[in-house]
């Protein structure tokens, strides 16, 4: 019944029965049996003149679909996927030593250190 499982359809069929009235239940579920048939119909249709229109080429359509960027599935495949570890740059020969600099001044004791205004 289209994802409906047996206690939901009774329960539908007693709202319909307040709803609709048993007096006018027969005449709703023959309109609603036209309709559902109506429905079918136009959907064999449109079915049938999409490929007619189409051919072969439906199955191109395939690639479009959109559930094919679902992120779950690219992340799992990505996950799947075998590892390579990237390359390496070559490694550099090493630096030679800067030379030591001089000691740095000092502060006499008791002076406060230079302040820049402008320094953020």
């Known amino acids: 019944?289209?994802?409906?499982?047996?206690?939901?359809?009774?329960?539908?069929?007693?709202?319909?029965?307040l709803v609709v009235g048993p007096d006018k239940l027969p005449e709703f579920a023959a309109q609603f049996g036209a309709?559902?048939?109506?429905?079918?119909?136009?959907?064999?249709?449109?079915?049938?003149?999409?490929k007619?229109?189409?051919?072969?080429?439906i199955s191109d359509l395939r690639s479009l679909d959109p559930r094919q960027y679902d992120p779950?599935?690219?992340?799992?495949?990505a996950l799947m996927e075998d590892i390579i570890p990237p390359e390496r740059?070559?490694?550099?020969?090493?630096?030679?030593?800067a030379?030591?600099?001089?000691?740095?001044?000092?502060?006499?004791?008791?002076?406060?250190a230079p302040f820049d205004d402008e320094a953020t």
Do not use: C, H, Y
């Open 35 to 50: 309709w559902v048939r109506k429905g079918r119909d136009f959907l064999r249709e449109a079915k049938t003149s999409l």
């Open 89 to 97: 740059p070559p490694a550099r020969p090493p630096r030679p030593a």
């Open 72 to 77: 779950r599935r690219i992340v799992r495949e």
């Open 99 to 112: 030379p030591r600099a001089a000691e740095k001044p000092t502060l006499p004791e008791g002076q406060p």
């Open 1 to 17: 019944m289209g994802g409906i499982n047996g206690w939901e359809g009774v329960i539908l069929l007693l709202i319909v029965l």
């Open 52 to 57: 007619d229109e189409f051919g072969e080429d």
